[in-house]
């Protein structure tokens, strides 16, 4: 993609140095003109799309840094803690000593198969959460890596474009060669490509998070937790941390993600709709410590 925008700022150069250029040979003076005025529609065409392609970037690099944060940040704590007390036999060994009778044992056994059972919960959606994150990001790497296929010269073009004096007529000679293998339209058709790529990504990952996020609310109220949610805020390409106080607007958020998971699949896209009138209870005291 930088290659690409690396090329275009070529174009740039190109027609800020033929401005006020005598020209003695009139034939390269019309092909520096043609050239120029190629360039120009170019540019003019592209800009839109260019400054979405460097959102798009910022976007992408912004989720593949959550989908890292979640898996290290989040999910590995949970793992851990479910080993953890799964290896943890002193309370058997308590029992076997007698420092603690039956029933004793058998509370702590249950409350600890809960708080893994709660953990395993969670895990499960994190780990869909990951798995999935990580593989859109792949198969998009991949697209765009096919799609860097039909655009096969901009190494050349780049490795020449910073070999050349950025000046006088000999650059424009050399441009002009250059050009001959990538065209104006070929910048044009390759960022339309790469613009189609990111948007049909970004759709599949604002889809899937929003999933995860109905998940993550429903376990919260099946739990009765009041753990801060890390989501991935689709709109803004940023990570929010999600702490809800009653039930009301947990519902409430889980409505609004399931409107934009149903306007994904009718294939338009809604950020958010009107609240609808529910209960406004508080969060239950969680079930597990």
């Not at 690099?61 to 851990?80: K, Q």
């Not at 950025?166 to 001959?180: H, Q």
């Amino acid at each position: 993609m930088f290659d690409c925008l690396k090329s275009k700022k070529g174009y740039i150069k190109f027609t800020e140095t033929i401005e006020g250029m005598a020209f003695k040979n009139e034939e390269m003076q019309n092909k520096c003109i043609e050239l120029k005025d190629k360039a120009i529609t170019m540019m003019n065409s592209t800009i839109e799309v260019e400054k979405e392609i460097r959102d798009f970037y910022k976007y992408f690099s912004g989720f593949h840094r959550y989908i890292n944060h979640m898996e290290h940040t989040e999910l590995r704590p949970l793992l851990y803690n479910i080993r953890t007390r799964e290896q943890n036999k002193d309370v058997i060994y308590q029992y076997i000593l007698n420092q603690i009778n039956k029933a004793v044992l058998s509370d702590e056994l249950i409350r600890i198969d809960n708080l893994n059972m709660k953990d395993r919960a969670h895990c499960d959606i994190l780990e869909a959460l990951v798995v999935v994150g990580k593989q859109l990001m792949i198969d998009c790497m991949k697209e765009i890596e096919n799609v860097a296929k039909n655009f096969p010269f901009y190494p050349l073009f780049n490795t020449k474009i910073d070999e050349l004096n950025m000046s006088g007529s000999k650059w424009v000679k050399e441009f002009l060669i250059i050009s001959n293998n990538l065209v104006p339209e070929e910048i044009t058709l390759f960022q339309k490509n790469l613009h189609s790529v990111f948007e049909k990504y970004k759709i599949a990952i604002s889809k899937y998070c929003a999933y995860s996020n109905i998940e993550s609310i429903k376990f919260l109220i099946t739990y009765g937790s009041k753990k801060t949610l890390v989501i991935w805020n689709y709109f803004d390409g940023c990570t929010d941390y999600c702490q809800f106080k009653t039930k009301g607007e947990m519902v409430e958020s889980m409505n609004n993600f399931k409107t934009f998971f149903d306007s994904c699949n009718n294939g338009v896209p809604k950020e958010s709709v009107a609240a609808e009138e529910i209960e406004n209870t508080f969060v239950s005291e969680p079930t597990f410590p």
